[in-house]
C-alpha cells in the first residue's frame, strides 16, 4: 500500500482540520472563515487535495468523526488512482455542524458501531478505501479483547489499522499487535502521536515497523503548539514534521495544514537540510502532554 513511497510521499494529508468546523487545533481563528459553512470547508478541503497531489501527496487520511471529512474525499478522488484513501472508524460525530457544541464527538468501539460505520464509509469511499483503522485506541479498549470484532475487521476488505492516543500509547500498541485471526497478524498499520514534546511511543512504533506494520505519525504538531515555537528556528513547522520524518521506523508523518501556505511550508519537510541535535530537551511527561492536549478548546 505504501511500497515506494519516498520524498514527499512520505507526508501525507489529514482532513481532521477541515472536515468539521470546530476541532482543537490551534490558531483556527485565523486559518479558517468565520461562516465556515459546509460548502466552504468543501473547498478548503479539495483545494488542499488539488495542492498536495500535485507536490506528490499520495495517502490522505480521514475518519468518521471528522464531520464530512470522508464526503470531500470521496467527491475529490475521482481521477486520482494512484491516491490511497484511508478512514477510521470509533468516533461518531455529534457536533452538527456547530463550533460550539457540548459534545464534539462520541467513542464507542463496539461491533454495532463498527456495523453502522463500516457501511457510511463504504457508501461514500467504495472500493478506494485501502485502510481501515480503529481510531484512538487505548489500552482499555473493548476492541483489543473482542474476537467476534476481530473476524469482522479481518473480513472486511480493506487493511486492517489501528490508531492510539493518551499517555499508554505504548501499551496499546503493543497489545494490538499481539492479536491474530486464524493465526494471522489482524492489525498491519498503527497510526500514534508521535512529536517533540511526546516522543514516548516511540520504542514501541519502532517494535511495529521491525514486524513488517505501516507506521504512520500524527500530531507531529502538537495540535499546532510546536508550529509557534520560536527555539526551533523560522520554520518550526518543517523542524517539527523533519524531526518525526527522520525517525527509521515512520512510514508516513500527517500533515493537517488547514490553508495552503501551510501545505506549502509542512511539505518542505521533506527536503529539509538537517534538524537540529538537541531537540529530545523538548519532551514532556507524557501525563502532562495528554492533560494539555485535553484541555485544548475547540475553536
Not at 490558531?27 to 506528490?56: F, I, T
Not at 503548539?225 to 514534521?241: C, F, H, M, S
Amino acid at each position: 500500500m505504501f511500497s515506494g513511497f519516498a520524498g514527499v510521499a512520505r507526508i501525507g494529508l489529514g482532513l481532521a482540520a477541515v472536515g468539521r468546523p470546530g476541532y482543537i487545533t490551534l490558531g483556527r481563528d485565523r486559518d479558517l472563515p468565520a461562516s465556515r459553512s459546509v460548502d466552504e470547508l468543501r473547498r478548503r478541503a479539495h483545494a488542499l487535495l488539488d495542492q498536495a497531489y500535485a507536490a506528490g501527496v499520495r495517502y490522505f487520511d480521514v475518519a468518521r468523526s471528522y464531520g464530512r471529512a470522508e464526503e470531500f474525499l470521496a467527491g475529490w478522488l475521482p481521477g486520482h488512482d494512484d491516491a490511497v484513501a484511508g478512514s477510521k472508524w470509533g468516533y461518531t460525530y455529534t457536533a452538527g455542524w456547530q463550533v460550539t457544541a457540548d459534545v464534539h464527538e462520541v467513542k464507542d468501539h463496539s461491533t454495532a458501531t463498527f456495523d453502522r460505520q463500516i457501511g457510511e464509509t463504504r457508501a461514500l469511499l467504495g472500493d478506494r478505501l485501502a485502510l481501515y483503522q480503529i481510531h484512538s485506541v487505548t489500552p482499555d479498549s473493548p476492541a483489543l479483547t473482542d474476537g467476534e470484532l476481530h473476524r469482522r475487521l479481518a473480513g472486511q476488505g480493506a487493511v486492517v489499522g489501528f490508531s492510539t492516543s493518551g499517555p499508554a500509547q505504548a501499551d496499546a500498541i503493543r497489545a494490538a499487535c499481539a492479536i491474530e485471526v486464524d493465526g494471522r497478524p489482524l492489525f498491519r498499520s498503527v497510526q500514534s502521536t508521535w512529536n517533540l514534546l511526546e516522543p514516548s511511543a516511540g520504542p514501541a512504533l519502532a517494535e511495529a515497523h521491525a514486524s513488517g506494520r505501516t507506521v504512520i505519525v500524527k500530531e507531529a504538531l502538537a495540535n499546532g503548539r510546536l508550529a509557534a515555537r520560536t527555539d526551533l528556528g523560522p520554520e518550526p513547522d518543517v523542524t517539527a514534521l523533519a524531526a518525526a520524518l527522520r525517525q527509521p521506523w515512520a512510514t508516513v508523518v500527517l500533515s493537517g495544514a488547514a490553508t495552503t501556505a501551510q501545505l506549502v511550508s509542512n511539505l518542505r519537510a521533506a527536503t529539509a537540510p538537517r534538524v537540529p541535535d538537541d531537540l529530545e530537551r523538548l519532551a514532556e511527561p507524557s501525563e502532562r502532554y495528554w492533560r494539555t492536549r485535553s484541555a485544548l478548546p475547540w475553536s
